[in-house]
C-alpha cells in the first residue's frame, strides 16, 4: 500500500493531508514535504491523519523532528483528525503529549 500526501495553504498555516501507510519506505517522501514546509518558513502546520492506517517508528520520527523545527520558530505542528492507528502509535510512544490535536481541521486551524 502507498501513501498520498495533498496540501493547501492558508494565510497563517499550511495543511497536509496523509493518506495510507507512513512507514520507513514512504516517511522519507513526508519528511520531505514536511521539511519543505519549514524550509519555506511556514511556522504553523496541520497535519491530517484520519486517512493513514498505520505509522511506523520513522513516521513519527518525522512529526517529533517538525514540532522540533517550528517551535524553535515560535510555531507548532498540530494533528488533525487522527485515527485510531495514529493515536495507538502516539500513545505507545509516550508522544501524545508533544502535539495539539484536534477532532477536525477546522479547529486545527483556527488555533493558530
Known amino acids: 500500500m502507498s501513501m498520498e500526501i495533498q496540501s493547501r495553504d492558508y494565510h497563517r498555516v499550511s495543511v497536509v493531508r496523509v493518506v495510507g501507510r507512513v512507514d520507513a519506505a514512504h516517511a522519507p517522501s513526508l519528511n520531505e514535504t514536511m521539511d519543505g514546509y519549514v524550509k519555506?518558513?511556514?511556522?504553523?502546520?496541520?497535519?491530517?491523519?484520519?486517512?493513514?492506517?498505520?505509522?511506523?517508528?520513522?513516521?513519527?520520527?518525522?512529526?517529533?523532528?517538525?514540532?522540533?523545527?517550528?517551535?524553535?520558530?515560535?510555531?507548532?505542528?498540530?494533528?488533525a483528525q487522527p485515527s485510531e492507528k495514529v493515536m495507538e502509535a502516539l500513545k505507545l510512544a509516550g508522544f501524545e503529549v508533544l502535539?495539539?490535536?484536534?477532532?477536525?481541521?477546522?479547529?486545527?486551524?483556527?488555533?493558530?
Open 40 to 79: 519555506a518558513g511556514r511556522s504553523h502546520l496541520v497535519l491530517e491523519l484520519d486517512g493513514v492506517n498505520y505509522i511506523s517508528s520513522a513516521g513519527l520520527r518525522v512529526l517529533v523532528s517538525t514540532q522540533k523545527a517550528l517551535k524553535e520558530r515560535g510555531g507548532y505542528l498540530a494533528l
Open 99 to 112: 502535539f495539539q490535536t484536534f477532532n477536525n481541521t477546522e479547529a486545527a486551524v483556527g488555533s493558530v
